[in-house]
């Protein structure tokens, strides 16, 4: 069993950036590819941004059309924990973001990965 848990969101003007964070336990971080999906209120949960690898030591990072240019992906081993720098925020940014792990690779037409965490809210004001 994996947890994740989610931080870093908030309350924010257009414009700004929030960086969230993921920390992961239970099971080796490095085996699991990770990912963020988010859901805004009277939508469907979408998918964000993944990391994985091709090899042992080379990683390869995915993105929403909505997000490229604006969120940086990126993850920490030794830590067990991913990130999401968030810059440039729009109010269609505005949703509860989710982590999530799965032991198989996460790419934009991922549904249900294995894990989730509990959210963390992102609001943007306009």
């Known amino acids: 069993q994996v947890q994740l848990v989610e931080s870093g969101g908030g309350l924010v003007q257009t414009g700004a950036s929030l960086r969230l964070s993921c920390a992961a336990s239970g099971r080796t971080f490095s085996s699991y590819n990770m990912g963020w999906f988010r859901q805004a209120p009277g939508k469907e949960r979408e998918f964000v941004s993944a990391i994985s690898w091709s090899g042992r030591s080379t990683y390869y990072t995915y993105y929403a059309d909505s997000v490229k240019g604006r969120f940086t992906i990126s993850r920490d081993n030794a830590k067990n924990t991913v990130y999401l720098q968030m810059n440039s925020l729009k109010p269609e940014d505005t949703a509860v973001y989710y982590c999530?792990?799965?032991?198989?690779?996460?790419?934009?037409?991922?549904?249900?990965?294995?894990?989730w965490g509990q959210g963390t809210q992102v609001t943007v004001s306009s």
């Open positions: 999530a792990a799965d032991g198989g690779k996460i790419v934009p037409s991922t549904k249900t990965p294995t894990y």
